[in-house]
């Protein structure tokens, strides 16, 4: 296997017992990049003999018997929307198309300074958020996107060429892309990973996640990101797992791919020992969906005033168009929508005790749309990023085109290192095909 296929975990564990080194990691990833991403476009910005020259400098410190850290030589990449000091942070904006800001996001910084290696800057919807939509294709299928605005980030870790990236999620971002291009993928619980440095568009919604192809990856972020009572989240186990499966209020919303995705993954925990009830979400939430686009929409129209003053010409329709709404919205309707949200919140997480243990629901509707003037469909993702809990998307099936569908698990708001333990159980039973994505597209 070449070192490009192997998990972050994998090829964490590789270097430390000196199998693997990290330039022969980066090697490996950058030859992967050279030959797909002509096709794949996952990558705004690279520059591979910076990422060698950043790999021999980790492989001296190992030589050197210096303390390493949880991400020691693993290649990341990093959405575009998310400040690198050594690296453009163009946000896929024509406005900026250059700009380096000189200093690294909070995000960037914690996982440059647990080893790490910034391998380069991913494509990304503008702004992540609307405008132009990136070049990116999905790996399994070059005529569908790879969903978005994470675009880049999730073609990447989908397509090995990079085992680790940040994506950013203000409506479905972040878990719709792992959805579509057979990854894991974790968006923490809101505002508990520093979001000083992303470009936001939304102070409410906006939350740094990422990417790998394992939970075990998604645990070793979360240990550089020192997520609270990850170190003391023991073991979880399937069996007698109190499960509920929820449609959500979007259900009408579903392809025959997302149903095949949850109804697949309940059988399999139920058939492993779980205890998988349907959950019916109390009336009030109804309203979630139209509050997260209400909410989104209002504060957007605040983020993108100073390149509407700044840039108007160049500004893309669709945003300057928001920031030209501000003067319509209704004083009433916002702050009831911020009020159903933060009464919402709390009653969420009060269904977890002794009936619940996790939520099983569609990280998306199906499969990949084809185009890429898309990015898919993000309903239904919004409701649990507007009750900012914590969710992991796990791959489960393939649709009826034969591209990936995943379905997230989702707990209480600062549950996270208990569900990154439930999720470490399910994992091996929701995703009954794991070698399915390297047999795929390595051969």
């Given amino acids: 296997m070449q070192p490009y296929a192997l998990s972050a975990a994998e090829a964490a564990a590789a270097i430390r017992d000196r199998q693997l080194s990290a330039e022969e990691l980066v090697r490996s990833c950058l030859s992967r990049i050279a030959a ?101 294709t999905n790996p399994f299928n070059p005529k569908h ?36 291009n057979n990854m894991y993928g974790l968006k923490p619980t809101w505002s508990l990973a520093s979001r000083e440095g992303l470009r936001m568009s939304s102070i409410t919604l906006d939350t740094v996640g990422w990417y790998g192809r394992s939970v075990a ?87 993108f005033l100073p390149e509407y003053l700044s840039s108007y010409g160049i500004l893309a329709d669709d945003i300057r168009k928001r920031v030209e709404l501000r003067e319509s919205y209704d004083s009433a309707g916002l702050l009831a929508a911020y009020a159903l ?30 185009g890429l003037h898309t990015t898919g469909d993000a309903i239904f993702n919004g409701i649990w990023t507007l009750l900012h809990v914590p969710c992991v998307g796990i791959p489960c099936v393939r649709g009826p085109k034969g591209l990936p569908v995943g379905i997230q698990l989702v707990g209480p708001r600062l549950s996270d290192a208990k569900l990154l333990a439930i999720a470490e159980a399910c994992a091996p039973v929701i995703d009954a095909e794991p070698d399915w994505a390297r047999k795929t597209l390595l051969g």
């Fill in 36 to 136: 797909r991403d002509g096709q794949v476009k996952a990558w705004l910005f690279l520059d591979p003999e910076m990422a060698i020259r950043k790999a021999r400098e980790a492989d001296k410190k190992q030589a050197a018997g210096a303390p390493l850290g949880p991400l020691h030589g693993l290649p990341f990449g990093v959405k575009d929307v998310i400040d690198t000091a050594d690296m453009p942070t163009t946000q896929n904006s024509p406005i900026y198309p250059t700009t380096q800001v000189g200093r690294d996001a909070a995000c960037v910084g914690i996982v440059r300074h647990s080893g790490a290696l910034i391998m380069g800057k991913t494509d990304t919807v503008e702004f992540a958020s609307g405008g132009r939509k990136a070049l990116t």
């Fill in 341 to 370: 949200a933060d009464s919402c919140r709390p009653v969420f997480d009060a269904l977890f005790g002794p009936k619940l243990d996790v939520v099983l629901t569609p990280a998306s509707p199906g499969e990949a749309p084809e």
């Fill in 145 to 180: 996107t790879p969903g978005g605005s994470s675009s880049g980030s999730g073609a990447a870790v989908g397509d090995f060429q990079v085992p680790l990236a940040f994506g950013t999620q203000t409506g479905g971002s972040h878990i719709r892309p792992a959805s579509f």
């Fill in 217 to 303: 990856d998604l645990v070793l972020v979360a240990e550089a990101f020192r997520i609270p009572g990850l170190a003391q989240r023991g073991t979880a186990s399937v069996k007698g797992l109190k499960v509920g499966l929820c449609r959500s209020p979007v259900w009408d919303r579903i392809e025959p791919g997302g149903v095949a995705a949850l109804e697949a993954a309940g059988k399999r925990l139920e058939t492993a020992g779980a205890i998988v009830e349907p959950l019916e979400l109390p009336p009030a939430f109804n309203g979630l969906a139209a509050a997260r686009d209400l909410i989104g929409a209002h504060e957007g129209s605040a983020a």
